[in-house]
């Protein structure tokens, strides 16, 4: 069975750092997109950042583009997000989620197979 399990969240003081890891096991994540979701109490889930099997290119939502970077360590079949300059807005629990077909692209969380439980993430002083 596909399995992924995220990790690394935790509590972070606004401008602080973190990165959360994605650990995929049972399948190789080199021929799935693969992205970083969030979804903040009482809002919809969101994309966050991807990397497109279809194109090898990474997309990022604006909220976070030049603060996240998403990146793939194929030897560990692992996928991370180093997430810089935090927000209190970026709290969220977040999600790794993986798609073969990327029906809908990697952005959009309606089309992800296999999602992991999440890992909490709060902003705060």
């Known amino acids: 069975q596909v399995q992924l399990v995220e990790s690394g969240g935790g509590l972070v003081q606004p401008g602080g750092s973190l990165r959360l890891s994605c650990a995929a096991s049972r399948f190789t994540l080199d021929y799935y997109g693969i992205g970083w979701f969030r979804q903040a109490p009482g809002k919809e889930r969101e994309g966050v950042a991807c990397?497109?099997?279809?194109?090898?290119?990474?997309r990022y939502a604006d909220s976070v583009e030049a603060r996240f970077t998403i990146s793939k360590d194929f030897a560990k079949n692992t996928v991370y997000l180093q997430m810089n300059n935090l927000k209190p807005e970026d709290t969220a629990v977040y999600y790794c989620?993986?798609?073969?077909?990327?029906?809908?692209?990697?952005?959009?969380?309606?089309?992800?197979?296999?999602w992991g439980k999440g890992t909490l993430v709060t902003v705060s002083s």
């Open positions: 990397i497109s099997n279809s194109d090898g290119r990474t």
């Open positions: 989620a993986a798609d073969p077909r990327e029906t809908l692209g990697c952005m959009d969380y309606r089309g992800m197979d296999y």
